[in-house]
């Protein structure tokens, strides 16, 4: 499990992350989504023991994890962002040199870096990892997270530099992850890779916290529009409908977009139905996840 | 204690394996066999002139000044040769190459992130890319000194017990002038937000402090010492008052050798004391700079007749040709051997505390 009390980072007199509250229960696939520079990447670097909170704390697996961090470390896997590793040895002497940090002798060493690579697709890639690619990069810095089997796994933009392939591949294994019982966070500003494999989000802007819960919830939350929007499409020319709550009205042929303060699909339905036209489609239009994510991101709540 | 060997053992691999290292340590090779060979010609040279000395005054002895023997050539001149020539710039070179990256370098490649990810300490990192970059230089050295004794008996020239320990107590301080310099960039690559600031940083220290500050020196002590005292002549005005004075010539001229040579004597106690304050001063402006104190400690080792303040003008007495114990020409050089003892230990300190406070970002 995660959790942070009112933790804060100031650089410069300036705080990056601004009082964060936040609890993440064991087994879950955690998004935290926020626009660059939001604090993400910072409250990631707090919450793996590489920099230490201005105020307040963070704990994992009920570790403190600025009074202990190396115990937090044994506990942890972290692929950081732009993740880098000697460019002068291979893919698997840099794991090897990394995992001897840990309690494994050779043997385990070699078993669990052969199975690490296997699943990352660089098993007999022998080439020093100075002459890889970003993407084959990013899946041996996926490895190293995974190394020493981790309860809890920070993910900082995984998916950068990763083809379609290696996407899919990650959010496979992060799902099998996740059955197996591991916590992960996954830090992204892109809506749609942290939709696709968590069950819970947090959004930061400027610091803050500004919703997190479920996706339905987080959208539900942070949906403060006011009006609907009902899509109509006639078997007939559209006639021109009129009630006091309609805003505005598009009427394209047979199709109308309709904005109005409440939901009128009845109403237009009876209208419809009373001048004898048919009825192929009455819908809500609702807002996706991302709308609101950018509204209330860019344009509302994560203003400061 | 596993971790610091574990970091250690990765970077002096590292080093050793690495192009710079082996590049260097090739170039630091090759210049050392020139400089034993140009040494050990003149080596050979002097011992033949202390052989036909030895001769002379077997097959002559009524011809010699009593007391006088010919100077015995030491093989210790080849390695005080590869020490002023070679040993100061390019070990500092090798040193400073291999310490001006070792954590910016992992800064800019983000491995530095990805190894504090895992259960190591931080003093453990640097204290074993520290253990591990003295380990490399500890390497070269030793391949120095290997090479070097091993080509002196290839060439047949063995050194006494005396030389042998000298020559192994040099290679020590040159090891330690090394780390000098290493801390040096250590602590810079510390600092630096990247390799080409911190390279940046590590020489603008090895220019102020190996050149700038003595050349200061030396400029400020001419300046407090006074005037140079002027090398007496013998005036037109002092040999007409003695062509006037009633004297034989033979007598005349004696006078004068005798003056003329009492006056040299007064006018080199002037310019050794003169000298010595020179050096003082230029001594304390370089008391932070491993190269002057490298050079004196190595005088002090290979110089089985060395006087600390010997050397200005290359003036000297008589009495300082006498043989000194190297436990003896240490005490007199304590201070310099204490500054190139603590001078790598305050580097690293400002390093390692630097290194412990860094958020990594």
């Known amino acids: 499990m995660i959790k942070t009390e009112n933790m804060t980072k100031v650089y410069n007199g300036n705080k990056a992350v601004d009082g964060l509250n936040l609890e993440i229960a064991e087994g879950d696939i955690f998004g935290f989504l926020g626009p660059n520079g939001a604090g993400k990447s910072t409250t990631i670097l707090m919450l793996v023991g590489l920099i230490e909170p201005s105020e307040g704390k963070c704990i994992i697996n009920d570790i403190e994890v600025a009074r202990n961090p190396l115990k937090v470390k044994e506990l942890i896997g972290y692929l950081p962002e732009n993740v880098g590793f000697y460019g002068n040895i291979t893919a698997e002497q840099n794991l090897d040199y990394f995992a001897r940090f840990y309690p494994m002798d050779a043997d385990e060493r070699k078993k669990r870096i052969g199975e690490l690579l296997e699943l990352v697709q660089l098993d007999g890639v022998s080439q020093k990892v100075g002459g890889y690619s970003r993407g084959m990069t990013q899946r041996l810095g996926f490895a190293q997270a995974l190394l020493n089997n981790p309860e809890v796994i920070f993910l900082d933009e995984p998916t950068t530099n990763l083809d379609p392939e290696g996407v899919l591949q990650l959010r496979q294994t992060l799902k099998k992850l996740s059955d197996e019982g591991k916590t992960i966070f996954f830090s992204s500003h892109i809506l749609a890779e942290v939709a696709q494999v968590c069950n819970t989000i947090g959004i930061i802007s400027n610091g803050t916290l500004i919703e997190r819960g479920t996706l339905d919830e987080v959208k539900t939350k942070l949906d403060v529009r006011k009006t609907v929007k009902i899509i109509v499409e006639a078997t007939e020319d559209m006639p021109a409908i009129e009630h006091e709550n309609i805003i505005d009205v598009e009427y394209k042929g047979r199709r109308a977009v309709i904005e109005a303060k409440s939901d009128i699909r009845e109403y237009i339905s009876r209208y419809l139905l009373e001048n004898n036209i048919g009825i192929k489609e009455l819908r809500i239009e609702e807002p996706t996840l991302e709308d609101v994510f950018m509204e209330s991101v860019y344009k509302g709540k994560g203003g400061k | ?361």
């Open chain 2, 1 to 361: 204690m596993a971790g610091i060997s574990v970091v250690a053992k990765k970077e002096f691999l590292d080093h050793v394996m690495g192009w710079k290292f082996l590049l260097i340590l090739a170039i630091l090779m090759i210049i050392s066999l020139l400089a034993i060979y140009q040494g050990v010609e003149s080596y050979n040279e002097n011992l033949e002139r202390y052989k036909e000395g030895m001769v002379e005054i077997e097959e002559h002895p009524e011809v010699m000044p009593p007391g006088w023997m010919p100077e015995k050539p030491s093989i210790l001149f080849v390695f005080q040769m590869m020490s002023m020539l070679y040993f100061g710039i390019l070990g500092a070179i090798l040193a400073i190459a291999i310490g001006f990256n070792l954590i910016s370098g992992e800064k800019e490649s983000g491995s530095l992130k990805s190894l504090l990810s895992h259960p190591v300490f931080r003093d453990t990192i640097i204290n074993g890319k520290a253990l591990g970059g003295m380990g490399a230089l500890g390497f070269a050295m030793l391949v120095m000194t290997l090479l070097s004794i091993g080509i002196l008996m290839m060439l047949g020239i063995m050194p006494t017990g005396d030389e042998f320990v000298r020559i192994l107590v040099f290679m020590g301080f040159t090891l330690l002038f090394m780390f000098s310099f290493f801390a040096i960039a250590l602590m810079c690559s510390t600092i630096a937000k990247n390799s080409t600031r911190a390279i940046t940083y590590t020489l603008v220290i090895f220019i102020v402090i190996s050149a700038v500050m003595p050349t200061a020196g030396m400029f400020v002590g001419m300046h407090l010492a006074g005037d140079m005292p002027e090398y007496p002549g013998m005036s037109r005005q002092d040999i007409n008052e003695a062509e006037g004075e009633d004297i034989s010539k033979e007598e005349q001229i004696e006078e004068q050798i005798e003056e003329q040579e009492r006056i040299q004597e007064e006018w080199q106690e002037e310019m050794q004391e003169y000298g010595k304050k020179v050096m003082r001063v230029r001594e304390m402006f370089s008391i932070a700079d491993p190269k002057s104190n490298f050079d004196k400690v190595s005088s002090a080792v290979l110089d089985p007749t060395f006087e600390p303040l010997r050397g200005f003008f290359g003036l000297g007495g008589e009495e300082s040709r006498a043989e000194t114990s190297i436990l003896e020409a240490l005490g007199m050089v304590w201070k310099n051997l204490l500054v190139l003892l603590v001078f790598p230990v305050v580097m690293f300190a400002i390093a390692y505390i630097k290194f412990m406070r860094m958020d990594i970002r």
